[in-house]
């Protein structure tokens, strides 16, 4: 793995934040606060990029797990910023209700309403409020691979951290101050009880960012697990869909 000069690094991404979002003609963000470790970094780097009075959190639990609300409220105190709650539990049942008659039962299907229904909160409380940036949460590690659901989480106006692998994320968190439990709880998108990411995956944050660092940097992999090396190479090839704008027909004259 690569090493940074963290304190410089954290310095030019709230330079680039306070940029971006001063290209777009505003000067606010709101961001979907999961009470995990990258949740946690983004909001914690644009609250130092704009000052806490441009930044709003949302909690947005949807038959969650209590103690992830409980953490992004503590995190949003520390921070200092506004923190508006809004219970999608029963938006999300209601939904499942009534498509469940009209299709088989798909679980991931059904899981990935939760981060659609989130997404499309966050950027109607924007709109409303006026004008807002979204941003997003995911690290580069998950975007390489395609671990965020296509206009659920992985739909936002910038990426704050998506060009730092997990490992740094982590580092990034404790210069941050951002509390103990948060940065050790094990990363979970919380789409079903007992999920976690690294179980979902397959393999440990640890190993995919070497893997997906020496790929990124064209550095050999011979030394490394090669079924987990062709694991995260097929993850990757699948997820380009993701990571693109939606193609379209050129006629070229």
Same mark, same amino acid.
């Given at each position: 793995?690569? %090493?940074l000069d963290y304190k410089q690094t954290i310095s030019e991404i709230q330079k680039w934040i306070y940029d971006y979002v001063s290209s777009a003609k505003v000067k606010c963000i709101v961001v979907g606060i999961s009470g995990g470790i990258d949740s946690a970094v983004t909001t914690s780097l644009c609250v130092n990029a704009l000052g806490k009075e441009n930044i709003i =959190? &949302? =909690? &947005?639990p949807c038959s969650s797990i209590s103690q992830d609300l409980k953490d992004a409220e503590k995190l949003a105190e520390l921070l200092g910023i506004k923190f508006i709650k809004i219970d999608l539990t029963n938006i999300y049942n209601e939904? $499942? %209700? $009534?498509t469940e008659p009209l299709f088989e039962s798909n679980n991931m299907a059904v899981a990935n309403l939760k981060p659609r229904l989130r997404m499309m909160t966050i950027y109607f409380v924007g709109q409303s409020l006026g004008k807002f940036l979204v941003a997003g949460t995911s690290n580069r590690t998950e975007l390489a691979i395609g671990y965020f659901t296509k206009y659920g989480d992985g739909g936002v106006d910038f990426e704050p951290i998506g060009g730092l692998y997990k490992c740094e994320v982590r580092k990034i968190a404790r210069l941050l101050n951002i509390p103990e439990e948060i940065v050790k %709880?094990?990363?979970s998108a919380g789409l079903w009880d007992g999920q976690t990411d690294e179980g979902e995956i397959g393999i440990i944050y640890d190993v995919l960012d070497e893997i997906i660092f020496r790929i990124d940097n064209k550095v050999d992999l011979d030394? &490394? +697990?090669k079924d987990e090396v062709n694991k995260v190479k097929g993850m990757i090839k699948s997820a380009q869909? %993701? +990571?693109k704008m939606p193609p379209f027909f050129r006629i070229d004259k």
């Open positions: 793995m690569r %090493k =959190g &949302l =909690g &947005l939904f $499942v %209700k $009534v %709880k094990p990363p030394d &490394l +697990n869909h %993701k +990571n």
